[in-house]
């Protein structure tokens, strides 16, 4: 049994009226047990949470909202040499990139990601087996997801958001209505990857068959966002850069948009193309930086409309090890839709129990309907303490 408690405070620093003056008032005691025996390992890890910003205290294990959060509730077992077979509630990854997820469909907690929660609290659990299978020739990862899990999605509740049907950023007071495919077995997913090292490098395919992640469909006639479905292809390589040093990674993917292959449905996604260009490295010492390219191409693409966004991501992050110290700032920023994210933090480790934490979370935007640009009025400070226990 291990487990740490984590404070957190984040006030606004916008003036909207239509969302509560902090964005992140919360404690949170995190617990987790992990028991093993032969060939078997039971692991269950749950957030027990005092939050003064929600509206609602009935844990939702779906959102995560509520006075429970159960991040892990799962079995491994180790069938052979060669296959392993994990079920139950668990995180899963997958992504060569950082912040930016290409092949990695599973799901995401973007409500924390923008609010000062912990980074770790960006993967969200699926419910889900994962088969592991190890050859000298590649191993393959293929997950089956019987009920889709979405992503905890930004709706209106803690921050505000372009709403596509009043056509304006809203709050609290005009969420998002959504209908989700909810039903086991037939609304289910199927996620796979395929990897090998080659030399130096990781290399890897990948396979996604279920929805869009959050609700990026409308459906005619009503005022309801829905998930189209969705089919991805993908593949990557990671590894170290002659002569220059460093790690780089490439990642493309394709999505086929399933609801919308001819690309003249306005309510749906059109297929996409999307690539990742990705380089790290120490520049001196205790001083490390990276430097991302994201590029999406929407396919068959109405004229009147943007087919392709560029991404730019910076990362500059400076640890002093005596001190326990480490200052970080990643940026994200889209010349194409002229809007962007700063995140800097600086996070110290008095003890080998306490650590404390301060950040920003910056947005900007020159529209208001763009990824950042929609989000500009929930800018936010925050502070936390962490003692592991």
Known sequence: ?????????GPRLGDRTDQERFAL???????????????ITATIRAHLLADAVAEQHEPDLQTGEGA?????ASVLWR?????????GRQILTWSTGEFVFLNDLFPKDY????????????????????????????NLDLVYTPQFDADRYI???????FNPFERRIVGDGTPLDVRQPDDPLTNDEWAAR??????????????YDGYWKSPEGLLPGTREATFPRLRTYGASVEGPVPDLGGIANVEVSYYDSLDARDGTDPNVPNRQARLLLGYEREIVTNVTGAVQFFRTERLDDPQNRDDRRNLWTVKLQKDWPGEQITATLFAFYSPTAQDGYLRPRISWSP?????????????FGADDDTRFGQLKDNTNAFVGARIGV
């Open 79 to 87: 069938a052979t040499d060669f296959l392993d077979v994990e079920a």
């Open 155 to 161: 709706s209106g509740d803690r921050l505000s958001y």
């Open 111 to 138: 409500r924390s990601f923008f609010i000062g929660r912990r980074d770790t609290m960006l993967k969200a659990p699926s419910d889900a087996v994962k088969a592991s299978v190890y050859t000298d020739l590649a």
């Open 194 to 207: 395929l990897n090998r090292p080659i030399g130096r490098y990781d290399t890897a395919l990948y396979f």
């Open 68 to 72: 429970l959060d159960l991040r892990e």
């Open 25 to 39: 008032a919360e404690t949170r005691a995190e617990i987790k047990g992990v028991r093993s025996w032969p060939d």
């Open 351 to 363: 003890t080998d129990r306490w650590t404390l934490e301060a950040g920003v979370n910056w947005l």
């Open 1 to 9: 049994m291990c487990g740490y408690v984590d404070a957190r405070a």
